[in-house]
C-alpha cells in the first residue's frame, strides 16, 4: 500500500512539474535573445538522465533490501524531499518568470531575479531537482541511482550554473554582490558576531 502512495504522490509531482516545465517552453516561443551561451546540459539532456534515472528504479538496478522499519522512514523522508523539491521548482519558475531559457540566455528586458526562492539560493530550479533525485534514491532505496544522481547530474547542474553565473556576471553588475550574499545551491546563514 505506501508504495502505491508512494508512486501516486511522485507522479502528481512529476505531472506538476513537467507541466510547468511545458509552459515555461511556450512562453518562451516569441521572446529574442540579446547574449546566448549553448550548453550541452539543457532540458533535453536533462530528460535523458531522468529516463536512465528511472529505468535503474523501474528495473530495480541497484535497489538494496532495507529492514523495513528503516524502509517507512527513508520513504517518508524521501517523499518529503520530492514534494518540497516539486514546490520549490514550479515557485522558482513562477519566481523567475520569463527570465527562464531552455539554453543559456539574456534577454531584451531581462531582470536579474533575487526574490522568493531566489533570496534563498541562487539556483533553486537546480537544488530542488536535486533534491527530488535524492528523495526517488530514498523512496526506492537504490544505490545505483543515487550514484548516476552524484557523478553525473550533480556536476552537470553544477557546471550548468557556473556557465549561466559567467554570462549573468557581464550582464548585471550587482551579480557579484548576489553571489557573495547567497549560496548556489543552499543558503548561507549568516552568523551574528
Not at 501516486?8 to 529574442?32: H, M, R
Not at 528586458?109 to 534563498?120: I, Q, R
Not at 548585471?172 to 547567497?182: A, D, L
Request: glycine content about 6%; overall charge positive; aromatic content about 14%.
Amino acid at each position: 500500500m505506501i508504495n502505491l502512495i508512494s508512486n501516486i504522490i511522485i507522479g502528481i509531482c512529476l505531472f506538476a512539474l513537467f507541466t510547468s516545465i511545458l509552459i515555461n517552453f511556450v512562453e518562451g516561443l516569441d521572446k529574442k535573445a540579446t547574449k546566448e551561451k549553448r550548453s550541452i546540459v539543457e532540458t533535453g539532456t536533462m530528460t535523458l538522465f531522468f529516463v536512465g534515472f528511472y529505468l535503474l528504479i523501474r528495473f530495480q538496478i541497484g535497489t538494496i533490501q532495507i529492514p523495513q522499519n528503516l524502509q517507512y522512514i527513508l520513504i517518508l523522508s524521501g517523499l518529503t524531499m520530492i514534494i518540497a523539491g516539486c514546490t520549490i521548482n514550479i515557485v522558482g519558475r513562477l519566481n523567475l518568470g520569463k527570465n527562464w531559457a531552455n539554453q543559456i540566455k539574456i534577454y531584451q528586458n531581462h531582470t536579474l531575479t533575487k526574490t522568493g526562492m531566489y533570496k534563498l539560493v541562487r539556483h533553486p530550479l537546480y537544488a530542488s531537482l536535486m533534491m527530488m533525485f535524492i528523495g526517488s534514491c530514498l523512496v526506492y532505496s537504490n544505490y545505483l541511482a543515487f550514484l548516476a544522481h552524484a557523478f553525473i547530474f550533480i556536476p552537470f547542474m553544477y557546471y550548468r550554473a557556473k556557465q549561466e553565473e559567467k554570462l549573468l556576471s557581464q550582464t548585471f553588475v550587482e551579480y557579484k554582490q548576489y553571489q557573495k550574499e547567497v549560496g548556489m545551491f543552499f543558503p548561507k546563514f549568516k552568523l551574528n558576531k
